[in-house]
């Protein structure tokens, strides 16, 4: 099982960054997919989560209105729109698998915003 992010990378404050998540070896339909950050010094924190099918989607407030997640189940893709980024959005940013049995995790992709 294979969970690769890409996308991260330097950005000013007010740009955007698209982050994108692949998993291979899963059934890629069976699987919440969520994205979680961690800051520095920080604890990592669940940042957005789309249903299986793709069809229910969750927030966390601090990024509400200003990121989007979203899923191709027929690529096994995940992606995370970031828009009006902040320098405290500043973290390693994780792709997620998650099912009933199963909890697979990506390696991170690192996110900063200057300010």
């Known amino acids: 099982v294979q969970v690769v992010e890409s996308g991260g990378g330097l950005v000013q404050s007010g740009g955007s960054l698209r982050l994108s998540c692949a998993a291979s070896?899963?059934?890629?339909?069976?699987?919440?997919m969520n994205w979680y950050r961690q800051g520095p010094g920080k604890e990592r924190e669940l940042v957005a989560s789309i249903s299986s099918a793709g069809g229910s989607t969750y927030y966390a407030d601090f990024v509400k209105g200003r990121f989007t997640i979203s899923r191709d189940n027929a690529k096994n893709t995940v992606a995370l729109q970031m828009n009006s980024l902040k320098p405290e959005d500043t973290a390693v940013y994780y792709c997620n698998a998650r099912s009933l049995q199963y909890n697979f995790w990506g390696q991170g992709t690192q996110v900063t915003v200057s300010s």
């Open positions: 070896g899963v059934t890629f339909s069976n699987y919440d």
